[in-house]
């Protein structure tokens, strides 16, 4: 979904959200072309740090916002998109306890990358026009979602 066609008043909030999505996809990408096998812990260390603050955001306040204000409409995108959740998060805790010389280990970031990009195509191309479709008003949600996320920023630095 092209910001540009955002209104104004969804802007804000999905901004957040699409900004987190280019940022990790950008990290996969990254991963892919990246041959020693230190820089490439670092970047897995750095998308899984990502996604974790990113799904966090979207359980604590994204999705039960939606759930409240756009109704049973809504309700089979973000239950899907909390089992994605699942899988990912099941999938960071493996690679955070493993090192780039382990086992499976870019094998594990690899279908990481393919459910996440899978949940950003779902969220883009579902979740977010049908938002703007129903003018879900989401400027509520500005300054909660921002300081959620700049708390959640500060825990995975301490």
């Not at 901004?15 to 892919?32: I, N």
């Not at 879900?136 to 995975?156: C, F, G, N, S």
């Amino acid at each position: 979904m092209n910001k540009a066609e955002i209104p104004a008043a969804q802007r804000a909030v999905l901004s957040m959200l699409l900004d987190d999505h280019r940022e990790v996809k950008k990290l996969f990408k990254t991963f892919q072309q990246e041959k020693d096998k230190a820089t490439g812990e670092q970047i897995v260390r750095e998308a899984c740090e990502k996604l974790t603050v990113h799904t966090q955001l979207e359980e604590e306040v994204f999705y039960p916002f939606v759930r409240d204000n756009g109704g049973e409409a809504f309700k089979d995108l973000v239950d899907e998109a909390v089992v994605e959740h699942a899988t990912a998060k099941d999938l960071i805790k493996q690679l955070n306890g493993m090192h780039a010389g382990d086992d499976l280990f870019a094998a594990k970031f690899t279908v990481l990358a393919e459910y996440v990009s899978h949940h950003v195509e779902e969220e883009e191309t579902e979740l977010f026009p049908k938002l703007v479709r129903q003018h879900i008003d989401l400027t509520p949600l500005q300054e909660p979602m921002t300081a959620r996320k700049e708390a959640l920023l500060a825990e995975t630095a301490s």
